[in-house]
């Protein structure tokens, strides 16, 4: 039986019977054990609180505001969906989302006994939701997102629904088995109830995966370190992540229950703050992405035919000696543009007195102002990591709107057949076809280049260049 399945068919037969006995706590007295409000109990009806299976409290880790738009993964027979309901009130609007039909049909009636009008049920796994691009305000879960294969996956497609700066706050269960978490028990219980000091089994292997299928739907097999889950919604795109504290909740003696939040940090800061951390704590000289020697770039910069006294731009530039060569070859107008303040200091500080012909700019492609004009755009590695369609075309429209008449854009991308991955960051492949699609009106694709790319530990990876003419 497939995991899906299995935990479809654990989590129909809880809708069918909550009072049946699946060996872990639930019901409106571990509602309580988690501090859940008195007037929530007040306000929903009895029989709702049955079925509440809750890791921990998420409504502890931040406000729901009247008007906000929650997203519940996992919703289950609807508990902590209809509380959202109740706070973000008549203008705001609860979505659930739940992979078992029993479930989402049960939360459902659940807000139909409660007469809630502003509930939303839909039937879906978490890693694709039918929704827009930051229509979210605050996702919620409670013990879902550990059950998902793909925790990587899930991160990615929350980051997609939230609004910038939208909310994360969710309880699931963590692989306890690590003594660090002795230090972050919270109140809920004595710290001897909350982490025990029996010895453990051996840790869950990052992921997810286990031999014994049984023990997805129970929340063992699959569980992270907290540290591991925390490093997964950073790489996401996560800003202020923290991890909240444990709570009473066990389901073996390897995890325990804890809660988190965090916050969505923009496309362009998640940027920054990433190539800041790489070019800070990583020699740029050993990356994989590191040319020896940017014979290539120097060659199709080149072959367009430029005047010393030409503008050019290396955008995404890193720490790249493209510029160093450029200089000695003498080029007097390079400017050069990195999101990142640490690489574009390693450059100043190694070419020394050159630097004085080179033009320095911190920002984010998307959003910078560029008030030259150039007659090469010169991009080795920064467009692929550009995921939305909306960043895509305002990167195109910054092409056009700085390259002079006639003036030429160097695009270099990994290729259909390279890596899907770089600096532990997703990337889009291409090839003519899809570059040609990317164009906005007025760039027209010349011609393209299929190179492989050694890196440093003389591995090879499959590269695209693109050459685009503007008018």
């Given at each position: 039986m497939s995991?899906?399945?299995?935990?479809?068919t654990?989590?129909?037969e809880?809708?069918?019977d909550?009072?049946?006995?699946f060996?872990?706590e639930?019901g409106?007295?571990?509602a309580?054990?988690?501090?859940?409000?008195?007037?929530?109990?007040?306000?929903l009806?009895e029989?709702?609180w049955?079925?509440?299976?809750a890791v921990?409290?998420p409504?502890?880790?931040g406000?729901i505001?009247?008007?906000d738009?929650?997203l519940?993964?996992?919703?289950?027979?609807?508990?902590?969906?209809?509380?959202?309901?109740?706070?973000t009130?008549d203008?705001?609007?609860a979505?659930?989302i739940?992979?078992?039909?029993?479930?989402?049909?049960?939360a459902q009636?659940?807000?139909r006994?409660?007469?809630?009008?502003?509930?939303e049920?839909?039937?879906?796994?978490?890693?694709?939701?039918?929704?827009?691009?930051?229509?979210?305000?605050v996702?919620?879960?409670?013990?879902a997102?550990?059950?998902s294969?793909?925790k990587e996956?899930?991160?990615?497609e929350?980051y997609?629904?939230l609004k910038p700066?939208?909310?994360?706050?969710?309880?699931?269960?963590?692989?306890?088995?690590?003594?660090a978490?002795?230090?972050?028990?919270s109140?809920e219980k004595p710290?001897?109830?909350?982490?025990?000091?029996?010895?453990?089994p051996?840790?869950?292997?990052?992921g997810?995966?286990?031999?014994?299928?049984?023990?997805?739907?129970?929340?063992?097999?699959?569980?992270?370190?907290?540290?591991?889950l925390?490093?997964?919604m950073?790489?996401?795109?996560?800003?202020?992540?923290?991890?909240?504290?444990?709570?009473h909740?066990?389901?073996?003696e390897?995890t325990?229950?804890?809660t988190f939040?965090?916050i969505?940090?923009?496309?362009?800061?998640?940027?920054k703050?990433?190539?800041?951390?790489?070019f800070?704590?990583k020699?740029?000289?050993?990356?994989?992405w590191h040319?020896?020697?940017?014979?290539?770039?120097?060659?199709?910069?080149e072959s367009?035919?430029?005047?010393?006294?030409e503008?050019?731009?290396?955008?995404?530039?890193?720490a790249s000696l493209l510029?160093?060569?450029?200089?000695?070859k003498?080029q007097?107008?390079?400017t050069?543009?990195?999101?990142?303040?640490a690489?574009?200091?390693?450059?100043?500080e190694r070419?020394?007195?050159?630097?004085?012909?080179?033009?320095?700019?911190c920002?984010?492609?998307?959003?910078a102002e560029?008030?030259?004009?150039y007659?090469?755009?010169?991009d080795r590695?920064?467009f692929?990591?550009?995921?939305?369609?909306?960043?895509?075309?305002?990167?195109?429209r910054?092409?056009y709107?700085?390259l002079v008449?006639g003036g030429t854009?160097?695009?270099?991308?990994f290729?259909?057949?390279g890596p899907?991955t770089?600096?532990d960051l997703?990337i889009?492949?291409?090839d003519?076809?899809r570059m040609e699609?990317?164009?906005v009106?007025?760039l027209e694709?010349?011609?393209s280049?299929?190179?492989?790319?050694?890196?440093?530990?003389?591995?090879?990876q499959?590269y695209?260049?693109?050459m685009?003419?503007?008018?």
């Amino acid at each position: 039986m497939s995991m899906d399945a299995q935990i479809i068919t654990l989590y129909s037969e809880l809708a069918e019977d909550p009072m049946q006995d699946f060996g872990w706590e639930k019901g409106r007295a571990n509602a309580k054990a988690h501090g859940y409000e008195d007037v929530w109990f007040e306000q929903l009806p009895e029989v709702i609180w049955d079925y509440c299976a809750a890791v921990g409290n998420p409504f502890r880790q931040g406000e729901i505001k009247p008007g906000d738009t929650v997203l519940d993964l996992g919703c289950g027979a609807g508990v902590d969906l209809l509380i959202s309901a109740l706070q973000t009130g008549d203008k705001g609007r609860a979505i659930g989302i739940d992979i078992t039909p029993k479930m989402v049909a049960k939360a459902q009636e659940h807000a139909r006994m409660a007469g809630l009008d502003n509930v939303e049920v839909m039937e879906s796994d978490l890693s694709s939701i039918r929704l827009d691009d930051g229509s979210v305000d605050v996702v919620i879960s409670n013990g879902a997102i550990n059950l998902s294969e793909s925790k990587e996956a899930v991160f990615a497609e929350i980051y997609r629904l939230l609004k910038p700066e939208g909310r994360l706050l969710f309880a699931d269960m963590i692989d306890s088995t690590e003594p660090a978490l002795l230090s972050f028990c919270s109140i809920e219980k004595p710290a001897s109830s909350c982490c025990s000091s029996e010895p453990a089994p051996s840790p869950v292997e990052s992921g997810c995966s286990s031999s014994d299928e049984s023990e997805w739907a129970n929340c063992v097999a699959g569980t992270l370190k907290k540290e591991e889950l925390i490093e997964i919604m950073r790489v996401a795109g996560f800003g202020e992540i923290e991890c909240m504290g444990a709570t009473h909740y066990k389901t073996s003696e390897s995890t325990i229950g804890a809660t988190f939040r965090a916050i969505k940090i923009a496309p362009e800061l998640h940027r920054k703050l990433h190539w800041e951390q790489v070019f800070e704590t990583k020699d740029y000289r050993k990356v994989l992405w590191h040319q020896e020697s940017p014979a290539l770039s120097v060659r199709l910069i080149e072959s367009v035919g430029t005047l010393p006294d030409e503008a050019i731009i290396d955008v995404g530039c890193g720490a790249s000696l493209l510029v160093d060569a450029l200089i000695w070859k003498g080029q007097k107008n390079v400017t050069l543009l990195d999101v990142a303040e640490a690489p574009l200091q390693i450059v100043k500080e190694r070419l020394d007195v050159s630097s004085g012909s080179v033009k320095y700019l911190c920002a984010d492609v998307t959003q910078a102002e560029l008030k030259e004009n150039y007659s090469i755009w010169h991009d080795r590695a920064l467009f692929h990591f550009l995921l939305r369609p909306r960043e895509r075309e305002s990167y195109m429209r910054k092409v056009y709107s700085s390259l002079v008449p006639g003036g030429t854009a160097i695009i270099g991308t990994f290729a259909v057949n390279g890596p899907t991955t770089c600096s532990d960051l997703d990337i889009v492949q291409y090839d003519s076809k899809r570059m040609e699609k990317e164009l906005v009106p007025g760039l027209e694709l010349i011609r393209s280049h299929k190179v492989m790319h050694l890196t440093p530990q003389k591995s090879e990876q499959a590269y695209n260049y693109f050459m685009i003419r503007k008018g």
